[in-house]
């Protein structure tokens, strides 16, 4: 059965500081892995990785991807109150159902 | 439309009813995705859509679950026979191609409570 673990589950910082969310996986056939971020509802999509060792960099916010340890991590720098929500990473392996396999997300919450 | 939109927002009802729960995705978009997520887990497949026809129907957890997308666009999650463990938020999400799960926009969800 495809797997998805996050960790932290949880995490409360300052705004400011500098945070690493973590995204592991055990996967039959991996394609992609996926990060949203979800606030209120609606997961919104922030990065797709499908090579190990490339960054991928959207303003404060990147991610990288290693398929030998079977991980990734999103990094948040500078963070900022509106960076508080629901961080979900997905994997789409095609091993069985055609939709993603999500974890359960890492609630970050960013304090003034 | 601009974005995925679903309808309603959200929906009370009782134990044993039946409910409908509609998606409207993004004009074009010929891959259609039913998702389930309980408090505190993430979003959890229940039907794939390419198309009129389900694809893939694996993760419908029993057969009080249907879905349907007749003319490929608007689709409908139905479920009868309601149980309080249905609660949940049900979210639609489309993209552009199917069969490949890459870049996909996701409605705003239904909450779903069944008292």
């Known amino acids: 059965e495809d797997k998805v673990v996050q960790s932290p589950l949880s995490l409360v910082v300052h705004e400011g500081d500098t945070v690493t969310l973590n995204c592991s996986y055990e996967v039959t056939n991996f394609r992609s892995l996926l990060w949203y971020k979800q606030e209120k509802k609606a997961p919104t999509f922030l990065f797709m990785l499908?090579?190990?060792?490339i960054e991928k960099k959207s303003g404060r916010l990147s991610s990288i991807l290693d398929k030998k340890e079977l991980f990734s991590i999103l990094n948040i720098t500078a963070t900022q109150t509106g960076d508080s929500a629901v961080y979900l990473c997905?994997?789409?392996?095609?091993?069985?159902?055609?939709?993603?396999?999500f974890g359960k997300g890492t609630h970050l919450i960013i304090q003034p | 439309g601009a974005g995925v939109s679903q309808t309603p927002s959200n929906k009370v009802t009782e134990k044993g009813k039946y409910v409908e729960l509609r998606c409207d995705p993004i004009?074009?978009?010929?891959?259609l995705y039913w998702y389930r997520q309980s408090l505190g887990q993430g979003p959890e497949f229940l039907i794939y859509f390419q198309g009129t026809g389900a694809a893939d129907d694996s993760g419908l957890p029993n057969d009080r679950f249907f879905a349907v997308r007749p003319e490929g666009s608007v689709s409908t999650l139905k479920i009868q026979r309601t149980e309080r463990g249905d609660s949940a938020v049900y979210l639609c999400?489309?993209?552009?191609?199917?069969?490949?799960?890459?870049?996909?926009?996701f409605g705003q969800g239904t909450r779903l409570t069944v008292v």
């Open positions: 997905a994997v789409d392996s095609g091993g069985g159902a055609d939709g993603l396999t």
């Open positions: 999400a489309s993209s552009q191609r199917g069969g490949r799960f890459t870049e996909a926009f």
């Open positions: 499908t090579s190990s060792g």
């Open positions: 004009s074009g978009h010929t891959a």
